[in-house]
């Protein structure tokens, strides 16, 4: 009897939870809702045919392509890659929006929408926490709601936003995730994102921003990834960076930073991915990057770092991405190298090493992508018989080494199964075998490049740009 109760209670339940999720399609919305979305869509075309899925008759708004109500109130917003573009945006159209007093989530994303994004003052959308406006053409300055005290997620991702970043009314709300990359911001990060304590995500990457990164950038407890890069930034970073005991992500390339790298990686063993590359950075590689038993991905390549790699990196068995390239790096491979077993890209590439390579790195079976060009490395016999095994290599680079008068291998070139491109070219002599061949022998063969000409150049330099 018992049993009999309970299987009822569970398809009542069932049956209330579907009558809610169905029905709420076909519930009336509220008037001022419905004029809203009304006056927005008439916003949008200029002939007064408004969006497909939407329409005048009726009051049931709540089942119109992309909305979606809680008791009658919209909630949500969904026009996302709606090809919106294709109508006329009239300057008030999305001002009408601020007035859904209960829309908590909206998304107009990849819609080619151009203009200046309504005002922000005036109490407009009150309840919103989520709004997602990336991939369109807004101008001007950047949209803040002043009013809305729940704003957690704020994405405006390539547009062409303009002027500074208003960090101070940002900061007001519980804000965890701003994406402002891609856009035209200018002049330098503003001081005020310390005010931001529960933000995980800044991304203003793709900018024109310019000057110091300001202290309290360095004074946000639960910031994961920060992304920076592809602006003009300048000077060094703070110690304090190691304040950011969260952080698992954090990309600064492509700017203008300079002096050395703070050594303080070891506070920062979330890290996952460090990256650094096209820099003016100088100094050693930071010995701390041995203490981020996390980290998959280093990128340093194209700054000024010299000394020896003294990393330990058996204490990094989750690497896979080490790229050092275009350096003043000096001294051997670290045969350590090889103990990070899911090594899948290494680029030591225009350094300054010297020596054979190690014979561990026959080890490295998970390994499709190695460049050693550029170095001063020795016994190019023995590197080929070390790597010809590795059954994921596809990409082998060792251009502008072995100078010393060495020659292939006696018995030719073997394995190599899984080979793509095999550049051995620069400073390699034209005695044994390969002597015999003509330029000719080569041409179409993307997978050998023994000579250094004009199209293995081309051909070397276009797949390490694929690379990063």
């Not at 002027?163 to 940002?170: S, Y």
């Not at 390699?428 to 993307?446: K, L, R």
Request: charged fraction near 15%.
């Amino acid at each position: 009897m018992a049993g009999s109760y309970c299987r009822c209670i569970r398809f009542l339940l069932v049956f209330i939870v579907l009558l809610h999720v169905h029905g709420g399609h076909s519930q009336p919305c509220d008037p001022a809702d419905l004029a809203a979305l009304l006056a927005f869509s008439d916003g949008l075309d200029t002939k007064g045919a408004g969006l497909v899925g939407w329409g005048p008759n009726g009051t049931s708004c709540c089942s119109w392509t992309g909305v979606s109500c809680d008791l009658g109130r919209v909630v949500e917003l969904d026009l996302s890659n709606r090809s919106l573009s294709r109508n006329t945006l009239g300057g008030e159209a999305l001002a009408q929006l601020g007035r859904l007093s209960s829309l908590r989530h909206l998304d107009l994303s990849a819609n080619g929408l151009t203009g200046a994004f309504p005002a922000s003052g005036g109490g407009g959308f009150p309840a919103i926490e989520v709004v997602n406006v990336s991939s369109n053409g807004f101008t001007g300055p950047h949209p803040v709601f002043p009013g809305a005290p729940n704003l957690t997620v704020l994405d405006i991702t390539n547009n062409a936003f303009s002027g500074g970043i208003n960090v101070t009314v940002l900061c007001s709300s519980p804000v965890r995730i701003l994406r402002f990359s891609a856009n035209a911001f200018s002049g330098d990060v503003p001081a005020g994102f310390g005010l931001c304590k529960v933000l995980t995500d800044l991304f203003l990457d793709g900018n024109g921003l310019t000057g110091s990164l300001p202290k309290d950038l360095y004074m946000m407890p639960m910031l994961r990834r920060l992304s920076l890069q592809e602006n003009e930034l300048s000077g060094s970073l703070n110690e304090d960076l190691g304040n950011l005991s969260e952080l698992m992500q954090i990309d600064l390339s492509y700017n203008m930073f300079k002096g050395t790298i703070p050594d303080v990686f070891g506070k920062l063993r979330r890290l996952e991915s460090l990256n650094l590359a096209s820099n003016w950075f100088d100094g050693t590689l930071p010995l701390s990057l041995s203490h981020c038993p996390m980290l998959r991905v280093v990128s340093l390549r194209n700054n000024s770092l010299s000394d020896e790699i003294a990393i330990d990196f058996s204490l990094l068995p989750k690497l896979n991405t080490l790229n050092v390239g275009t350096n003043r790096l000096h001294g051997a491979i670290p045969p350590g190298l090889a103990l990070c077993t899911e090594l899948r890209t290494l680029n030591l590439a225009r350094n300054n090493l010297q020596g054979e390579l190690p014979e561990s790195f026959k080890n490295l079976r998970s390994l499709s992508y190695l460049s050693l060009a550029g170095n001063g490395l020795t016994n190019l016999s023995s590197a080929l018989q070390i790597l010809q095994h590795l059954p994921k290599l596809t990409i082998l680079v060792l251009t502008k080494n072995f100078r010393n008068g060495e020659t292939m291998p006696m018995d030719g070139i073997r394995g190599f199964k899984s080979m793509q491109v095999l550049a051995l070219a620069g400073y390699i002599p034209t005695a044994g075998q390969f002597s015999t061949f003509p330029d000719s022998s080569f041409v179409g063969n993307p997978a050998l490049c023994l000579r250094w000409n004009q199209a293995c150049y081309k051909r070397v330099v276009t797949t390490e740009m694929r690379q990063y």
